[in-house]
């Protein structure tokens, strides 16, 4: 069974540049999630979609991230602009599907680990 | 408040040691818990989820305690590849990680 995909795996760009990151999920897996993780911190949760509707955006910086799953599948996160502090681990994980209080196990790809200088 | 609090360690320990990371949690409504792995530069990945009346998987033991809403993980025999970062998580309205427990398994 293929993973969790993600888009590029490294990317370097300069503070006020816009960056897009794409992840595609394990088949059939109905959540969808965005974290952000910063060295030495845990995974934070930026969005989660369930199929194509957000279920939580409620700390993403939304002046400058905004996150997309149009079709239900694939997804796109980008940030524009960026700045220095935005420096960090991008994951992404679906799972097949999310409760009130309780979740199935997550799988996560391997990330997007971005440097903004 | 946290939603999910560990000890970050370092915890530095001989092979075949035993040790043991301790979790809070702060929402008592939570109902699905976990523990993952996250090696350097990699992804988290699924340990073991952590049921109520507790579970083993081999080397690993994974409990849970309600009333004082922490959870915690034992590792026996610690070997060299046991070393890694591991994260708990407790769900709320969402998955909650923890910071992280760094473990360091020494010859």
């Known amino acids: 069974e293929a993973g969790v995909a993600q888009s590029p795996r490294y990317k370097i760009i300069e503070k006020r540049q816009s960056v897009a990151f794409w992840c595609n999920p394990i088949?059939?897996?109905?959540?969808l999630y965005w974290y952000q993780q910063i060295l030495g911190q845990g995974p934070k949760l930026l969005i989660q979609?369930?199929?194509?509707?957000?279920?939580?955006d409620s700390q993403l910086p939304k002046d400058r991230f905004s996150a997309e799953r149009l079709k239900g599948v694939d997804s796109t996160l980008k940030i524009q602009p960026a700045k220095l502090e935005d420096s960090a681990v991008y994951l992404c994980a679906s799972s097949l599907n999310s409760g009130a209080l309780s979740y199935n196990e997550q799988f996560f790809g391997p990330g997007t680990r971005l440097t903004v200088l | 408040r946290k939603e999910v609090e560990q000890d970050p360690g370092p915890f530095n320990v001989p092979e075949g040691a035993t040790v043991a990371f301790n979790c809070t949690y702060s929402?008592?409504?939570?109902?699905?818990f976990f523990w993952y792995r996250q090696d350097c530069r990699k992804e988290p990945k699924l340990l073991m989820s952590?049921?109520?009346s507790g579970n083993e998987d081999g080397r690993f033991t994974a409990q849970l305690n309600r009333a004082s809403q922490y959870i915690s993980l034992l590792i026996r025999d610690s070997k060299l590849s046991d070393s890694a970062t591991y994260l708990c998580v407790a769900t709320g309205n969402q998955f909650y990680f923890g910071t992280g427990t760094s473990l360091t398994v020494i010859p």
């Open positions: 088949s059939g897996h109905a959540t």
């Open positions: 929402n008592s409504a939570s109902q699905s």
């Open positions: 979609f369930q199929n194509n509707g957000v279920v939580d």
């Open positions: 952590v049921y109520s």
